[in-house]
């Protein structure tokens, strides 16, 4: 079973998202993971083997793993990359599709991109 990917952004959807121009300057992966019961650690280690993957791709900065607190069953992930163009490189891989399989089965994951917004005197771009 892979884990399935929910649109969270109907207007823009993810694979619309990943044709932007790779001009356009760094991006943030968020992706929220709703994972079935008691399976958090399997889920952990499903993350860990594609967070490794993507460490060692063109274009990758950085991740950081959250976990939900109190018993929370979700996680978010949040990943910057050089580019859309460099997360699509990675997304094609047949590695990282395969990787998919590692997930629990019944994991929901609700994925978007952002670039940082400069807000005079409040948020530096």
Request: proline content about 6%; overall charge negative; some cysteine.
């Amino acid at each position: 079973m892979v884990a399935s990917f929910i649109d969270i952004n109907p207007r823009t959807p993810l694979l619309k998202q990943l044709e932007e121009c790779p001009e356009a300057g760094s991006c943030v992966l968020v992706n929220t993971f709703h994972i079935p019961a008691g399976k958090m650690d399997e889920a952990f280690a499903a993350w860990k083997v594609d967070a490794e993957m993507a460490k060692k791709q063109p274009g990758f900065i950085s991740t950081q793993l959250h976990r939900g607190i109190n018993g929370s069953d979700m996680m978010l992930n949040y990943v910057v990359w050089e580019s859309t163009a460099s997360l699509k490189a990675y997304y094609d891989l047949p590695e990282f599709k395969d990787s998919l399989k590692a997930y629990p089965d019944g994991t929901e994951c609700r994925i978007a991109l952002y670039r940082k917004q400069h807000i005079q005197g409040t948020c530096l771009s």
